[in-house]
């Protein structure tokens, strides 16, 4: 009869649970993952393949992982410099990665490309079993081990597990089941997700505009069909809008765009196929119970306008990883409060200031309040022109933010 205890049990098996599993491979854990979705290695040249914004920080966490090389090698296009503006008025800043001494403050990369890296890794990995399609029905916690029952191939089975991480995304089953209660608001805005094609190079430079419905960002990314001419569009829109702008023809849309972010980035040639999601904020009021801890998107979701959602999640990674390790370490119950205590501590302070900052941008720069018009474009001037705080503000973009896991200092746990 097959052995159906382990360590840990990881509920979800995307970019968060796949990078735990990354991060925890090599320390003798036996860890099971339960993923509704099958494992698919899907082509990742599509022209409408979403994009993700990595701060430089995950990327230390990945050449730590040792996957860094084989992202890179499948298509990161580093963000070098990174253009800030306010539509209509005169508030302007540039942030440089040569300014902070890196070689870029981030990089975009298909999140396609990051699910066949860390998947093929995932299923690379002794002593982990990919349960797979398999759905949760409930988790019970016991004072010792916690019980998982999933429907795998029509059948009920059960396994028991020290620590349950909960990766199962910001509808989390796991949170619902266990009674956490969530704070959360919605913006009453909708994202608009397309890849778009200029007649200039893009140099390696980002855009982030801010407009009267909330802010635009283009990032730079690359096709094998356009190599240096195509990036990742977000447009935050106002909800009533959204249909509207789906329904525009391709020309339409683009002449639209052209209109809302001027010509900085050259004349808009071309878009892929368009996605809208609706925008808001959640955060998880408990991220730990005894022999459960929650992770990613499951415990925080967040505006896109400062590109920090996957980051925070890869950070919660890093972080619960050497707690978990530590305590091996020192023969210490990886699912017991005391510790899991310790990751909750260490990750609020990243957690309130990032998604402060973040729910701060969004609500500032939508305001039609002419006081506050003038003080953002004040301060956007003074972001320019003060090096202190741009350095403050480029160090948030790139992920160094709170006490920094070794993982995130490209240190092995």
């Not at 990881?10 to 968060?16: M, Q, R, V």
């Not at 440089?96 to 396609?112: F, T």
């Not at 998107?297 to 996957?310: E, L, R, S």
């Amino acid at each position: 009869m097959a052995d159906t205890t382990y360590d840990v049990a990881i509920i979800g098996g995307g970019l968060a649970g796949a990078s735990l599993v990354a991060a925890l491979q090599g320390q003798g854990l036996r860890i099971a993952v339960i993923e509704a979705t099958a494992f698919d290695a899907i082509d990742s040249t599509s022209f409408d393949a979403r994009s993700v914004a990595l701060s430089y920080s995950s990327r230390m966490i990945f050449s730590a992982l040792g996957v860094w090389d084989a992202i890179q090698q499948r298509g990161a296009t580093p963000i070098e410099r990174i253009h800030i503006s306010d539509r209509t008025h005169s508030g302007l800043a540039h942030l440089d990665c040569r300014e902070q001494g890196v070689a870029a403050l981030g990089y975009v990369v298909d999140i396609r490309v990051l699910g066949q890296v860390l998947g093929q890794q995932m299923l690379a990995c002794d002593k982990v079993d990919y349960l797979c399609p398999a759905t949760l029905q409930h988790v019970e916690f016991k004072s010792d081990l916690a019980e998982v029952c999933y429907l795998q191939a029509g059948k009920e089975q059960t396994l028991s597990a020290r620590l349950v991480v909960a990766a199962d995304g910001g509808q989390s089953l796991v949170r619902q089941q266990s009674g956490i209660k969530t704070w959360q608001s919605q913006y009453g805005q909708t994202a608009i997700i397309a890849n778009v094609v200029t007649d200039k190079p893009h140099g390696h430079l980002a855009y982030e505009r801010f407009t009267d419905t909330g802010p635009m960002a283009l990032l730079p990314t690359t096709h094998a069909d356009h190599p240096t001419s195509m990036y990742a569009l977000v447009w935050t829109v106002e909800d009533a809008q959204r249909e509207a702008i789906l329904s525009l023809s391709d020309d339409e849309f683009l002449t639209r765009l052209q209109d809302r972010f001027g010509r900085r980035a050259g004349c808009f040639i071309k878009t892929g196929p368009r996605h809208a999601y609706p925008l808001g904020v959640m955060l998880a009021r408990e991220h730990v119970r005894p022999r459960l801890a929650i992770i990613g998107n499951a415990a925080h979701t967040m505006h896109p306008v400062a590109g920090q959602g996957f980051n925070l999640g890869l950070r919660d990674v890093a972080s619960l990883a050497q707690v978990i390790v530590d305590a091996m370490k020192q023969q210490a119950d990886i699912g017991s409060i005391s510790i899991l205590q310790t990751y909750a501590k260490w990750r609020r302070q990243d957690h309130l200031q990032t998604m402060g900052f973040t729910d701060g941008l969004v609500r500032v720069f939508s305001s039609h309040f002419l006081p506050l018009i003038v003080a953002r474009n004040l301060g956007l001037l003074a972001l320019d022109v003060i090096p202190p705080l741009k350095r403050g503000i480029a160090r948030h973009a790139m992920g160094y933010v709170g006490k920094l896991s070794r993982l995130a200092r490209g240190l092995p746990l």
